[in-house]
C-alpha cells in the first residue's frame, strides 16, 4: 500500500527549527527530500551534543533515510561537496544521497549577480545571503540554467562558455571584472565530475519508492512569508516555500500527500531587510535573541526578534493546509516573565484586522494587537505534554484556539531529543 509523504514547512521568515522537525520525522521514513531553495538555507541538527548546519543534503541524512536533493533546488556544488564531506569526517554516511537531474548549477556569476543587484538596490536591498541564488533562479526562468544532467555531460564546456560570455557583457557594462572562462571551466569540471555519481532521475525514483510501499518525508527551505508569490514581495527569496514549492520541487503529485506540519517558534525571527510587524526593537527583543541564539545559520548575522504573529500564522496555515504544528523554542519563552502574542493588526485607521497582507507599504503601518500570558516556566527534560505546567499549557491551547490546528510536537531545547511528541 502507498503511504502518504509528509511535508515540513516553515511558517514565517525561515529559522523555526525545521531541520529538528525533518530530522525526528525521518527517524520513521526511508526517504528525506529537500525540494526548494539551496545554500542560503541553514537547517540545524544537534545530535548527541554536536551541532550539524545543514545547507544542501536533507536533514534525514541522520537517520539513514535516503537524501534526495530534488529538481526545484539550486545547488552550488563547491559547497554540497564541502557538506558531503564534513559529514563523512563526521562518520555520517553519504552514500544514501541522491541529486536530481533536474536541479539547477549555482556558478560564480551567480554570487556576483547577487552581489551586483543588492548594489543596483540601494537603499533597497533585500539583505539577501549573498549566495547567488536569486540570480541562479533568474537563468533558470529565463532558460539560461544549467542543470546537473548538463553540468556532468559533455555539453557543459559550451554551455558554461556561452553564459560567460554574455554575464561578461553585463560585468563589463558596470565596471565589474569579468568571469575567467577556462579558469571557471577547470575549477567547476572538477566539481561535475566528483557529483556525477550521485545525479540521477529523482522523480521516477521517488514514485517507484511510493509505489513500493516505502515512507517518504519533505523538508521545505525558507518559510511561508519569504515565498516568492505569497511573501512579502519583494524581500523574499526567489522560490516558492510553500505547499506548491513541494509538488514543483519533487514531482510529488497532490494525491501523494499526508501530513503537513507548519513549523514555528514559540516567538518569531527575520534574518534580512522587509515588514515585520510583531518585530521588538527593544531590550526584550535583545533578550529573546540572546536567550534564543538567534544568530544566522548561514550568514552569522543577528536576527531580528519579535513576539509569535498569530495574523501571520492563520495566513500560512490557509495557504499552506498545515495538518499539524510544531512548536520549537518553547524552553526559550518561558525564560521570560511574560509572553505576548499577537491576536491582531490594527492599521492606520484604527480598524483591527485578522488577515495577512504582504503589501509591504501596508503591514508598515500595521500595529500588532496582543494579547499577554505569564511565562517564567521550565520545561527543561519534559517528555510528555501531560507534564508541561499549566501556564504552557495555555500558552500553547491559544496558539491552536486561533488557528484551529493542533500543535502536536512541541521543542523543548536543541538537541533531538528535545521533543515533546503529543499523542
Ligand atoms: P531551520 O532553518 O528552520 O532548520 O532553523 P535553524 O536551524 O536555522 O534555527 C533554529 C535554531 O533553533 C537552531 O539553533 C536550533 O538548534 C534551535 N532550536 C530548534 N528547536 C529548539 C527548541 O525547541 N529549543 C531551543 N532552545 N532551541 C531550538
Ligand atoms: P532556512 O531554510 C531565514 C532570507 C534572506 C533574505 C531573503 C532573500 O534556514 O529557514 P536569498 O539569499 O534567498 O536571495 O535572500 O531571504 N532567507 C532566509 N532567512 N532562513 C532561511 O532559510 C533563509 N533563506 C533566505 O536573509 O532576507
Ligand atoms: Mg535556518
Known amino acids: 500500500m502507498k503511504k502518504k509523504v509528509d511535508v515540513v514547512l516553515g511558517a514565517f521568515f525561515g529559522d523555526e527549527g525545521k531541520g529538528k522537525i525533518i530530522d525526528f520525522l525521518s527517524t520513521k521514513a526511508d526517504l528525506s527530500l529537500r525540494c526548494a531553495g539551496g545554500n542560503n538555507a541553514g537547517h540545524t541538527i544537534v545530535v548527541d551534543g554536536k551541532k550539524f548546519a545543514m545547507h544542501l543534503i ?49 556558478f560564480n556569476y551567480h554570487q556576483e549577480f547577487d552581489l551586483l543587484e543588492e548594489e543596483m538596490r540601494g537603499k533597497n536591498k533585500i539583505g539577501t545571503t549573498k549566495r547567488g541564488i536569486g540570480p541562479s533562479y533568474s537563468d533558470k526562468m529565463a532558460r539560461f540554467g544549467i542543470r546537473m544532467e548538463d553540468f556532468i555531460s559533455p555539453k557543459f564546456a559550451s554551455l558554461l562558455k556561452n553564459n560567460i560570455e554574455n554575464k561578461n557583457k553585463m560585468f563589463a557594462l558596470y565596471g565589474k571584472e569579468l568571469i575567467d572562462y577556462k579558469k571557471t571551466y577547470k575549477e567547476y569540471k572538477k566539481y561535475a565530475d566528483e557529483l556525477a555519481p550521485y545525479v540521477v532521475d529523482t522523480v521516477n525514483y521517488v514514485h517507484n519508492n511510493i509505489e513500493n510501499g516505502k515512507k517518504v518525508v519533505c523538508e521545505g527551505a525558507q518559510a511561508t512569508l519569504l515565498d516568492i508569490d505569497f511573501g512579502t514581495y519583494p524581500f523574499v527569496t526567489s522560490s516558492n516555500t510553500t505547499i506548491g514549492g513541494i509538488l514543483n520541487g519533487t514531482g510529488l503529485n ?73 512548536m520549537n523554542h518553547l524552553d526559550t519563552v518561558g525564560k521570560l516573565d511574560e509572553i505576548k502574542l499577537c491576536v491582531g493588526y490594527q492599521d492606520a485607521s484604527g480598524k483591527v484586522t485578522t488577515d495577512y497582507t504582504t503589501n509591504p507599504d501596508k503591514l508598515k503601518d500595521m500595529k500588532p494587537v496582543y494579547k499577554t500570558f505569564e511565562g517564567n516556566f521550565d520545561i527543561t527534560g519534559v517528555k510528555k505534554f501531560g507534564k508541561l505546567p499549566e501556564k504552557a499549557k495555555v500558552y500553547l491551547k491559544a496558539v491552536e484556539e486561533f488557528v484551529g490546528v493542533p500543535i502536536t510536537l512541541i521543542g523543548t531545547g536543541p538537541d533531538r531529543e528535545d521533543l515533546i511528541v503529543r499523542k
Open 58 to 106: 536533507p536533514s534525514g541524512i541522520f537517520s539513514g533515510a535516503t537524501a534526495i536533493i530534488g529538481n526545484g533546488v539550486v545547488v552550488d556544488p563547491k559547497v554540497l561537496l564541502e557538506e558531503i564531506k564534513m559529514l563523512q569526517e563526521s562518520g555520517v554516511s553519504t552514500e544514501k544521497l541522491l541529486i536530481s537531474e533536474k536541479a539547477h548549477v549555482i
Open 254 to 326: 497532490a494525491s501523494n500527500l499526508g501530513r503537513v506540519y507548519g513549523v514555528i517558534k514559540a516567538y518569531s525571527s527575520r534574518v534580512g531587510e522587509g515588514p515585520y510587524v510583531t518585530e521588538l526593537l527593544d531590550e526584550t527583543g535583545d533578550k529573546i535573541r540572546e536567550l534564543g541564539h538567534e544568530y544566522g545559520t548561514t550568514t552569522k548575522r543577528p536576527r531580528r526578534c519579535g513576539w509569535l504573529d498569530l495574523v501571520a500564522l492563520k495566513y500560512a496555515v490557509r495557504l499552506n493546509g498545515f495538518t499539524d504544528i510544531a
